[in-house]
């Protein structure tokens, strides 16, 4: 069964860095995108990042342009996500998922990994 597992999250003061990973596992992983999200309490779901797989072309929400990097290692199904400069506001829950093609949603999801920045 395919899974994805994420981690990398903590508590950081603000101006630190993180790194996030997302873990594919599976024989019969393939992904056409990954992504990260994060979701705050009391706050909807919100895209953070992107990355088409094969290409590497990368998408990033504006919050984050120039703060976080987003990378991938197609060997080892691995998803990074590099925050550095974080803020208080970045704390969330980070999902990491899979898009299979483009013509549908991100149809697999991680379990999340929390992020607490604090000022």
């Known amino acids: 069964q395919v899974q994805l597992v994420e981690s990398g999250g903590g508590l950081v003061q603000a101006g630190g860095s993180l790194r996030l990973s997302c873990a594919a596992s599976?024989?019969?992983?393939?992904?056409?995108?990954m992504g990260w999200f994060r979701q705050a309490p009391g706050k909807e779901r919100e895209f953070v990042a992107s990355?088409?797989?094969?290409?590497?072309?990368?998408y990033y929400a504006d919050s984050v342009k120039e703060r976080f990097t987003i990378s991938r290692d197609n060997a080892k199904n691995t998803v990074y996500l590099q925050m550095k400069s974080l803020k208080p506001e970045d704390t969330a829950a980070y999902y990491c998922?899979?898009?299979?093609?483009?013509?549908?949603?991100?149809?697999?999801w991680g379990q999340g990994t929390q992020v607490t920045v604090s000022s």
């Open positions: 599976g024989r019969t992983f393939s992904a056409y995108r």
């Open positions: 998922a899979r898009q299979r093609s483009p013509v549908i949603a991100f149809d697999l």
């Open positions: 990355i088409i797989m094969t290409s590497g072309t990368t």
